[in-house]
């Protein structure tokens, strides 16, 4: 499902005196099968942008097209119920969201209130506890005894249960320490290739946005600064600069690779034996 944003604006408590410009002349596609991570200091507008893709809010000016839905500024969105569907969001601290008594009635919750019968519900909820890294028995327990870490999973499981088009993942590794974090970014990659599943991550961690993304879009102060592959984006450490942004150290490494591979491979051909020699030797330079 393609999303396309035009010209959004968006502005919090429009017409009051206390009327803040949160998102200013946002343009973008996001086709279908994509992974694109939205990057930017504190206070860009990220989650704003976040809250569009899924009509969550609606823009102040410029229209958005979410699949087959045309969102005007001005015109009351009806009907947004498939939109919501579609565009799963995985809110920051989501495990804060669950609410019932044990985690299969919570995965359940969302399809369920989408009109599946209890039975698929179940079904899901089996199948998707698993894929998340959870033992089928936690389905059982209340959310309520597990770990932080677990708990989020239990709650992403309950997004991933609406069959969603597309994924947004709003810091979806915050707080979590650097293996739950590294597994949990492997599960939404893993997903998003297995399943084609649009991916739309904001994030802090650059490194992620360089490791996962095929796309990055830079918001600054509610604009759209620069849009493209995290190899044209890390080219240009100044201008990243200026946006309070840097290059990720796995960035630097992945440069100095290449060229000393490029250096080499100029010279001579490197039989696959030698190629593993060199990798090795460059180990002890990240250490
Ligand atoms: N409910 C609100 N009412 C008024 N202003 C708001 C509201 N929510 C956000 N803002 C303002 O809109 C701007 C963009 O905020 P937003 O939360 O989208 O940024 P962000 O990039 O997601 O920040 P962070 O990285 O800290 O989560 C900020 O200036 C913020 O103060």
């Not at 410029?62 to 565009?87: S, Y």
């Not at 601290?93 to 599946?116: S, Y």
């Not at 974090?181 to 650059?206: A, D």
Request: net charge negative; glycine share 8%.
């Amino acid at each position: 499902m393609d999303i396309t944003l035009e010209q959004i604006e968006y502005r919090y408590q429009q017409h009051t005196p206390f009327e803040r410009l949160a998102l200013h002349d946002i343009s973008m596609n996001i086709p279908s099968g994509s992974y694109v991570a939205i990057i930017g200091h504190t206070g860009s507008g990220k989650s704003t942008l976040l809250q569009h893709l899924n009509a969550l809010l609606q823009p102040t000016k410029g229209q958005m097209k979410i699949g087959d839905r045309t969102i005007q500024a001005g015109q009351k969105g009806k009907n947004l119920r498939e939109i919501r569907q579609k565009v799963g969001i995985v809110f920051q601290f989501p495990e804060h969201q669950l609410f019932e008594e044990t985690v299969e009635k919570d995965i359940c919750f969302g399809p369920m209130n989408f009109g599946v019968s209890k039975e698929e519900a179940i079904k899901r909820a089996h199948r998707l506890v698993q894929l998340v890294g959870l033992p089928e028995e936690v389905l059982n327990k209340s959310p309520f005894d597990l770990s932080g870490g677990q708990m989020r999973r239990v709650a992403i499981a309950g997004v991933l249960a609406m069959e969603p088009d597309v994924l947004v993942l709003d810091e979806p590794t915050a707080g979590l320490d650097p293996r739950g974090r590294k597994e949990m970014m492997s599960m939404f990659y893993n997903l998003h290739k297995e399943k084609n599943l649009s991916t739309i991550l904001v994030t802090h961690s650059m490194e992620d946005a360089a490791l996962y993304a095929d796309e990055l879009v830079i918001l600054h102060h509610g604009e759209m600064k620069k849009k493209g592959s995290p190899r044209d984006i890390f080219s240009s450490p100044k201008e990243l600069e200026q946006w309070g942004l840097s290059v990720p150290d796995i960035v630097h490494f992945q440069y100095m690779v290449e060229q000393k591979l490029n250096r080499k491979l100029n010279k001579t051909c490197l039989t696959i034996e030698e190629l593993a020699e060199e990798l090795q030797s460059m180990r002890g330079d990240l250490q």
